[in-house]
């Protein structure tokens, strides 16, 4: 492995935000998609699911609200997703740099690891409401009732009756989710780089095609991780106030009761459909910044 360019947090923090907008651009419609299939109402008995799959809810999408109705919703996460991922990857670059006794310390797969858990810690934040948001659009364009017209006045509704903790809903099963599902997104992005460069040349050197596979790998393993919470987190930030007094431990129950251990992988199909390309141009979109900020500012 060759010697490693000393660490800025300030670079990470602007390309991180524009391989966030990436992200949003090329996954939101399977985002839709995966929300949908993880709230979707139990059907009455003899009756059969809204949705049957991945492509039966894609193409209902489509055939009722066209392209559109794909990226209902996508204002919360592009707002959001610009400081949320240059604050993700600020807090992978700090991490890096918290476990350096100098700039040419190689870390170890562990430490790239609590590196990432660390950007995790920092993105929650953001991430609570915007996802919060989120969600509920997503499911209110699917069941036809226009309860919010927009981000902002969703934000407004939820904060005029339950205040800045029904904004914050979630943020526990955000973080369950997040912390060990960012650690492995970074550590697997970081040995897929180090796996793909060659013998004496520098990770600056990876070409495009390589990137694109590093990066999308890193999302299909990081919400390996995260579906299990993250299907919690939707059923939850969604549910009507109060029908879990309990929080998770009520959301599981009802989940394993009802539906068995297999609908903690809901959406699974629509997610890694989605982690891939999304993820692959996230990580292009971060390391072309990159070489364009190293390039305008070398001592930034």
Same mark, same amino acid.
């Given at each position: 492995?060759?010697?490693?360019?000393?660490?800025? *947090?300030?670079?990470?923090?602007?390309?991180?935000?524009?391989?966030?907008?990436?992200?949003?651009?090329?996954?939101?419609?399977?985002? /839709?998609? !995966?929300?949908?299939?993880?709230?979707?109402?139990?059907?009455?008995?003899?009756? @059969?699911?809204?949705?049957?799959?991945?492509?039966?809810?894609?193409?209902? $999408?489509?055939?009722?609200?066209?392209?559109?109705?794909?990226?209902?919703?996508?204002? @919360?996460?592009?707002?959001?997703?610009? *400081?949320?991922?240059?604050?993700?990857?600020?807090?992978?670059?700090?991490?890096?740099?918290?476990? #350096?006794?100098?700039?040419?310390?190689?870390?170890?797969?562990? #430490?790239?690891?609590?590196?990432? +858990?660390?950007?995790?810690?920092? /993105?929650?934040?953001?991430?609570? %409401?915007?996802?919060?948001?989120?969600?509920?659009?997503?499911?209110? @364009?699917?069941?036809?009732? =226009?309860?919010? @017209?927009?981000?902002?006045?969703? =934000?407004?509704?939820?904060?005029?009756?339950?205040?800045?903790?029904?904004?914050?809903?979630?943020?526990?099963?955000?973080?369950?989710?997040?912390?060990?599902?960012?650690? +492995?997104?970074?550590?697997?992005?970081?040995?897929?780089?180090?796996? &793909? $460069?060659?013998?004496? !040349?520098?990770?600056?050197?990876?070409?495009?095609?390589?990137? &694109?596979?590093?990066?999308?790998?890193?999302?299909?393993?990081?919400?390996?991780?995260?579906?299990?919470?993250?299907?919690?987190?939707?059923?939850?930030?969604?549910?009507?106030?109060?029908?879990? *007094?309990?929080?998770?431990?009520?959301?599981?129950?009802?989940?394993?009761?009802?539906?068995?251990?297999?609908?903690?992988?809901?959406?699974?199909?629509?997610?890694?459909?989605?982690?891939?390309?999304?993820?692959?141009?996230?990580?292009?979109?971060?390391?072309?910044?990159? !070489?364009?900020?190293?390039?305008?500012? %070398?001592?930034?």
């Amino acid at each position: 492995m060759s010697k490693q360019q000393a660490i800025s *947090p300030g670079k990470n923090f602007l390309a991180g935000g524009f391989g966030g907008m990436c992200l949003v651009f090329t996954g939101h419609p399977l985002d /839709t998609i !995966k929300v949908r299939l993880q709230t979707q109402p139990k059907p009455k008995p003899g009756a @059969a699911l809204m949705y049957s799959g991945t492509i039966d809810c894609f193409k209902k $999408t489509l055939a009722k609200e066209g392209v559109k109705g794909l990226y209902k919703g996508m204002a @919360a996460p592009l707002i959001g997703v610009t *400081p949320m991922f240059a604050v993700c990857f600020f807090g992978f670059g700090l991490g890096k740099k918290l476990q #350096q006794k100098s700039p040419d310390d190689i870390l170890t797969y562990p #430490q790239l690891f609590a590196a990432g +858990m660390l950007s995790g810690v920092f /993105t929650t934040a953001i991430m609570a %409401p915007g996802e919060r948001i989120k969600c509920l659009l997503q499911i209110q @364009a699917a069941s036809g009732e =226009a309860k919010y @017209a927009g981000a902002l006045d969703c =934000a407004k509704q939820i904060y005029r009756e339950s205040g800045i903790r029904g904004i914050y809903r979630g943020t526990a099963l955000t973080l369950m989710r997040d912390l060990p599902a960012s650690g +492995m997104y970074f550590m697997t992005y970081e040995w897929l780089k180090n796996l &793909l $460069t060659p013998a004496g !040349k520098s990770h600056s050197e990876l070409s495009v095609p390589s990137i &694109l596979f590093a990066g999308g790998m890193a999302g299909v393993f990081n919400w390996a991780v995260a579906i299990p919470p993250d299907v919690l987190k939707s059923r939850f930030q969604t549910a009507p106030m109060g029908k879990y *007094p309990n929080g998770v431990r009520d959301v599981l129950r009802e989940l394993i009761r009802e539906e068995g251990v297999a609908s903690l992988y809901k959406g699974f199909t629509a997610v890694m459909l989605r982690a891939f390309p999304a993820n692959a141009a996230c990580f292009l979109g971060f390391e072309l910044s990159m !070489k364009l900020l190293n390039w305008a500012a %070398p001592n930034l």
